[in-house]
Every structure is written in C-alpha cells, then in structure tokens.
C-alpha cells in the first residue's frame, strides 16, 4: 500500500508576482526550490493565507537569488501580490519509505529569504 505524505512546504512564501498570460504554474525561486527539493513540473498544493484559496498547479524553475514566487496562469486569479501562501509538495510511499522520511520545511521571511529549514516534526 503507498500513502501521499507531505514531501516537502515552503512556509508563508510572499507573491511576488502574479502573471494572468502566462500558460500556468507556479515560479519559484531556484535557491527556494532547491531547500524544499522540488522539481520542474512537480505538482505542488498552494494555500493562500490571505484568503483561504487552496488550488494546485506546478513548479516552473525561478531565477537563483530573484526571491519570485509568480503564480501564472488561470493561478494569478487565486492571489495577490503581497499575500502570504504555503507551497506544499506531497510523495508517494510504502510503510518503509515513510518510517525513514522527514519531510524539510523551508521557514522564509518577507522577502523571501530562507530563515530556516527543519525535518518536519508532526
């Protein structure tokens, strides 16, 4: 039996951008993508802190060191620029995989600037 469990989340990342003409998906930051290990085209969950959206889309590889997290597409409808959303990528496991997996947490600030990445602790 497999289970979707949390892979990895960056943790009240900032819009910086919101494009409604682009094709779709969300850029994010290759230094962000980097300590959260997720991939181009990857499908990540968001939550928008601001006003509850929850939608999912998928990962397009950002600038290193430009701090965007763009929400593209039909995705540029869920936020604004400013508003604060949680990125959250999930996996597929067996019972093995999850005993030996944390998940990382990437903490940013209002920047965008990574503050802090930790093993997930439930």
């Known amino acids: 039996m497999r ?12 819009v910086s ?6 094709v779709g998906s969300i850029t994010i930051d290759r230094d962000l993508m980097d300590a959260a290990r997720l991939r181009v085209g990857q499908k990540v969950e968001i939550v928008n802190i601001n006003n509850g959206e929850r939608f ?14 763009c929400l593209n ?4 409808r869920k936020a604004e620029v400013g508003d604060r959303v949680i990125i959250i990528a999930y996996a597929s496991m067996s019972d093995d995989e999850i005993e030996n997996f944390k998940p990382h947490v990437i903490l940013v600030d ?6 802090e990445i930790r093993d997930f602790v439930g």
């Open 56 to 69: 999912s889309t998928y990962v397009i590889e950002g600038a290193r060191g430009e701090k965007d997290i």
């Open 73 to 76: 597409g039909a995705a540029a």
């Open 17 to 22: 951008d919101a494009n409604l003409n682009y």
């Open 3 to 14: 289970f979707e469990m949390l892979y990895s989340k960056i943790h009240r990342a900032v």
């Open 110 to 115: 209002s920047d965008n600037n990574i503050e």
